[in-house]
């Protein structure tokens, strides 16, 4: 790739155009979310960048709930910053609406509240039998919170869920990684791709020759307007709930656990409060969002101020959306009790992620379990974050200590 911007385009105006580099700016600092913050105090809400191919920004919540409530201008069919020759489709994800419906209904039924509810028990024994592995390896009191355990625990929840094979944790964790690493890379992120549905492939193919309660076989055996999904489509589904399933909780766990090292009174007051714990997940989840989602410009529109041109990308920043003081006043500061709280994290609309609830319950029980065997713990001295930026933000480690 060139590492020349392309020039800004005659219809973008000399004040909207800021230069950011979601990947690799310099902006990006000691802790992410507070880099964000001071990303927001420097740029204006909504920007065009000449990085990355040239694309808009969106900071703000008011606007970014604009974009993804209106599929006829700002539509989800190509999601990658810069533009690939061939965008890998995420189905439903990558479906304006109504043709995402029918796929998200073939979903919902594993996701949602009271299917979540009845997995619960098996929520529970994987973040038992994986704290207590964590707590038990290695020096004694420590560990690396991010490799021992959340890389680990809500992968093990969507792998029984998916009926795929539990001893390749690792090995999928890294294939995942690989391609969240890749989105700017375009022949390493279709290298990425070809794997994931590769091994997905071998998964869906088993479960057609036996079925079982897995969610694969429940798609494999799923009617889209009367007829059965189609292998390609399974795959495409299958695609996105690999790279949601062994990414995102991992991410938003990483950060929110990041904060509670560093505040001892909160430990206490979940120690003391276990009914708080769906607060801190709450609050959480607003403040340390890990997900930016692309949209592309399906016709010419005037929004915000700005002229949209068919075919330009643009970039709705969710984390700092959930941190925009109009939406959460004194964004900023992590508060249990705020009320009301806004949270963009997940997205709205018809592509409200299938997957919230679970995501949600995941973090709750693994505090719940978390603080029953380490009540008490800190960061690891001079320890400091490393983290990967782009359309996901993902902590790469997290190592703590405990008396």
């Known amino acids: 790739m060139s590492s020349l911007p392309p020039p800004v385009p005659d219809h973008v105006a000399t004040?909207?155009?800021?230069?950011?580099?979601i990947y690799r700016d310099q902006r990006f600092g000691e802790q992410l979310h507070e880099s964000l913050a001071r990303l927001g105090q420097a740029a204006p809400p909504l920007?065009?960048?000449?990085?990355?191919?040239?694309?808009?920004v969106l900071t703000r919540a008011e606007d970014i709930q604009q974009v993804v409530m209106d599929p006829e201008h700002f539509s989800v069919r190509e999601m990658q910053i810069p533009r690939v020759p061939h965008p890998p489709t995420f189905i439903p994800l990558s479906l304006d609406p109504p043709d995402n419906q029918p796929?998200?209904?073939?979903?919902?039924?594993?996701?949602?509240?009271?299917?979540v509810r009845a997995l619960e028990d098996k929520i529970r024994h994987w973040a038992r039998t994986i704290i207590d592995e964590a707590v038990a390896k290695g020096p004694k009191g420590q560990c690396d919170f991010v490799y021992d355990v959340t890389e680990l625990f809500p992968v093990s929840v969507f792998m029984e869920l998916m009926g795929m094979d539990l001893g390749r944790v690792r090995?999928?964790?890294?294939?995942?990684?690989?391609?969240?690493?890749?989105?700017?890379?375009a022949p390493e992120m279709e290298k990425a791709v070809g794997a994931i549905v590769g091994?997905?492939?071998?998964?869906?193919?088993?479960?057609?020759r036996q079925p079982d309660d897995s969610l694969i076989s429940q798609l494999c055996q799923a009617q889209i307007q009367g007829r059965p999904i189609a292998m390609e489509e399974i795959?495409?589904?299958?695609?996105?709930?690999?790279?949601?399933g062994l990414h995102t909780v991992t991410n938003l766990a990483g950060f929110a656990y990041w904060h509670l090292a560093e505040h001892p009174e909160l430990q206490r007051t979940l120690v003391q409060h276990p009914e708080r714990i769906p607060d801190f997940v709450e609050e959480s989840t607003r403040l340390f969002g890990v997900i930016n989602t692309p949209r592309i410009v399906a016709k010419d529109t005037e929004r915000f101020g700005a002229s949209f041109k068919q075919g330009e990308m643009l970039l709705c920043m969710l984390p700092m959306a959930s941190r925009d003081a109009a939406a959460n006043p004194d964004p900023h500061r992590f508060d249990l009790d705020r009320k009301p709280r806004e949270i963009m994290t997940f997205s709205r609309g018809p592509h409200l992620c299938v997957g919230h609830f679970l995501a949600r319950s995941e973090?709750?029980?693994?505090?719940?379990?978390?603080?029953?065997r380490v009540p008490s713990f800190r960061l690891q001295s001079g320890a400091?974050?490393?983290?990967?930026?782009?359309t996901t933000f993902g902590l790469k480690h997290l190592p703590l200590e405990w008396s």
């Not at 004040?15 to 580099?21: G, K, L, P, T």
């Not at 920007?47 to 808009?56: A, C, E, I, K, L």
């Open 384 to 390: 400091r974050q490393e983290y990967t930026t782009g």
């Open 15 to 21: 004040a909207q155009v800021f230069d950011f580099d």
């Open 103 to 115: 796929y998200r209904a073939a979903l919902m039924p594993a996701f949602s509240p009271k299917a």
């Open 199 to 208: 091994i997905m492939t071998e998964y869906i193919v088993a479960k057609q």
């Open 363 to 372: 973090i709750r029980i693994l505090t719940e379990e978390w603080l029953q």
């Open 235 to 244: 795959q495409n589904m299958c695609l996105l709930l690999f790279a949601g």
């Open 171 to 185: 090995e999928f964790r890294l294939v995942a990684e690989h391609f969240f690493e890749n989105l700017d890379n």
């Open 47 to 56: 920007f065009w960048t000449p990085r990355n191919g040239g694309h808009w």
